[in-house]
């Protein structure tokens, strides 16, 4: 495993330094395969001073997720305040396909298979970013003349999200994808 190397040495808060490595380590390497030993060698703690903030792993993995998603949601939000359709349907694309980037994909199957209530916070991620924001995108566009008529909202909301992952998954040009999408909801 390489070393988690922070860029102007360790703070002196022992909570940041644990959140803030294995952050770096679960999105690298999935959560199965990084110990609270692996944690606490890195950033030189004792177990002691781990289980002085966290319960477990489990705990930690939940924290950091539950902050991960919230900057989502944030960085989502400030994407609706261009008040031009288009801008802010590429930069909903951006956030998404950024968020997924920061992590392997052996972090999501982690995630997936063995935390269950962690996987339920980001279906529920999910779902608020599909019918709340890319939704609301694609009826905007539609009644400003933007996209097209026959859109149904839902779908294609659903659709785009796919097409996020599947640019994540499969490694496609993100910008490519990204344009083909947008240009296929344009009204000619």
Not at 77 to 101: H, K, P, Y
Request: glycine residues 6%.
């Amino acid at each position: 495993m390489e070393p988690y190397v922070q860029h102007d040495g360790l703070e002196k808060d022992p909570l940041k330094n644990i959140v803030d490595a294995a952050g770096v380590m679960f999105a690298r390497y999935g959560t199965r395969s990084v110990s609270v030993d692996d944690i606490t060698r890195q950033i030189g703690i004792s177990k002691k001073t781990f289980y002085k903030y966290f319960e477990d792993k489990e705990r930690l993995v939940q924290f950091i997720c539950e902050r991960k998603l919230q900057e989502l949601k944030m960085n989502i939000l400030a994407t609706q305040r261009t008040g031009n359709t288009l801008e802010e349907a590429s930069a909903i694309f951006d956030v998404v396909n950024g968020f997924s980037c920061k992590f392997s994909r052996l972090f999501f199957r982690d995630i997936e298979i063995r935390h269950p209530q962690i996987h339920a916070l980001f279906l529920k991620a999910r779902k608020y970013i599909v019918e709340r924001v890319m939704t609301v995108n694609i009826k905007q566009g539609i009644s400003s003349g933007v996209y097209r008529r026959e859109i149904d909202p839902k779908v294609v909301a659903r659709l785009w999200f796919d097409v996020c992952v599947l640019a994540y998954t499969e490694g496609y040009a993100v910008e490519q994808v990204k344009a083909q999408f947008i240009h296929g909801m344009e009204r000619e």
